[in-house]
């Protein structure tokens, strides 16, 4: 897997990073000293894991990653303030790591993040179908046949092999009962099945028969889905 270390103080991010090395389950590993170093590092990589670290109580700055273009990452707070706990799980945090770092509790908290992980593939996996609401009525579509979905306003335009829908949703609705692991959002205004991409043409991707734009900031996470050779 691969893992984040936001914090400001760099003994403490060092010493995260000697017992994370150790460990069998981190693969990748990236540190940095504030969110916006953060943000780049997380758009050009599938982060999987991020340690963030809050100084106190409020806004930590982390908010976008609810806003990256993949799954949002398995998130840890570490502080040296109890009180800030609250906070952790406000974010929706999977652990609180006091300060300073042990490497039993750090191990709880890798046990904890991948049970986390493996509920969310478990989870991901089981929507094969969705039933759309069509004037009224619900209308079973297969996962597997939707190649794009795109939003325009306060509806989402869904293509299939078959048709297309027109719903009132949105992104993060329609995603919530997609897979992750097989759909990406790849612009402001769209969302793809990576296996349906037939070609890559500088800042446009090529979706069936359909010519869609990449965003720049969502390109690099794009490519590193992909299989490049």
Known sequence: MKCLIIDPDKKSRLALKKLLEATAQIKELYLCSTP?????????????????????????GIDFIADLPYARP???????????AKDAFDHEAVDFLLKPFTNA????????????????????????????KLDGNL????????????ANADYMKIYTTKKEYT????????LANLSQKDFMRIHRS?????DRISAIEDSMVKVEKISIPVSNSYRQALLNRLKIL
């Open 74 to 84: 398995h998130l840890v707070v570490t502080s040296d303030k109890k009180e800030v």
């Open 36 to 60: 916006q170093q953060a943000l780049d590092i997380a758009m050009d990589n599938e982060i999987d894991i991020l340690f963030a670290d809050f100084q106190k109580p409020g806004s930590n």
């Open 139 to 150: 209308e079973k579509v297969s996962a597997k046949d939707i190649y794009l979905i795109q």
């Open 190 to 194: 769209y969302v793809v099945r990576l």
């Open 105 to 132: 509790r750090l191990m709880k908290s890798i046990a904890r993040v991948m049970k986390h992980n493996e509920k969310r593939l478990s989870n991901a996996s089981s929507f094969d179908s969705l039933f759309l």
């Open 167 to 174: 719903i009132y949703s949105t992104f993060k609705q329609v």
